[in-house]
């Protein structure tokens, strides 16, 4: 079966990326960094996942979705293709806890189908493996239907 590939954006903290390798150790799900350029200029050629951090500035207004993953969702078709959103955050932010996921979710009505905090527990990779796998089946179902 298909595993629908995660974009993911790590700072220099790493703590998402920590999470996103876990994630394809699990079970070889293909996991790619848009810190790096070559990843933020690629499209993806089907359905994909969102994995992205919080990072709200000094006032409240501020954007809290890392400019690499806005670099990224400027193209239409690369939007069009998200599926889902997964969110790394840090409880002590309150009322902006997984501010950016849970605005991008909004935005773009597609569903957060996960959150965690900084770079997760094994417990909460196991369980976001089989978030995934469950949607990996149910694209298949769609793919098999049409
Ligand atoms: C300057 C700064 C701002 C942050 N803002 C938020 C926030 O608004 N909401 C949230 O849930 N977490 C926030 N966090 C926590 C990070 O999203 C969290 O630690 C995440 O795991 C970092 O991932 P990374 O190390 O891959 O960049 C912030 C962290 C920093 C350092």
Redesign the pocket.
């Known amino acids: 079966m298909r595993k629908i590939p995660v974009y993911?954006?790590?700072?220099?903290?790493?703590?998402?990326?920590?999470?996103a390798e876990a994630l394809a150790r699990i079970d070889g799900r293909r996991v790619l960094n848009l810190a790096r350029s070559d990843v933020r200029r690629s499209e993806p050629s089907g359905p994909w996942v969102l994995l992205t951090?919080?990072?709200?500035?000094g006032n409240a207004d501020e954007v809290?979705l890392?400019a690499g993953v806005r670099a990224f969702l400027r193209s239409p078709m690369t939007r069009r293709r998200m599926v889902g959103i997964i969110?790394?955050?840090?409880?002590?932010?309150g009322d902006?806890?997984?501010?950016?996921a849970r605005q991008l979710a909004q935005a773009s009505r597609r569903p957060v189908l996960f959150e965690f905090?900084?770079?997760g527990t094994r417990e909460d990779v196991a369980r976001c493996a089989d978030i995934l796998a469950r949607l990996d089946e149910a694209l298949d179902d769609v793919r098999n239907a049409g």
């Not at 993911?8 to 999470?19: A, D, P, V």
């Not at 902006?96 to 950016?100: D, I, L, M, N, V």
């Open positions: 993911y954006y790590s700072s220099s903290s790493n703590l998402t990326g920590r999470f951090p919080s990072y709200k500035a809290t890392p969110g790394s955050g840090n409880r002590n932010f902006y806890y997984q501010a950016a905090e900084l770079s």
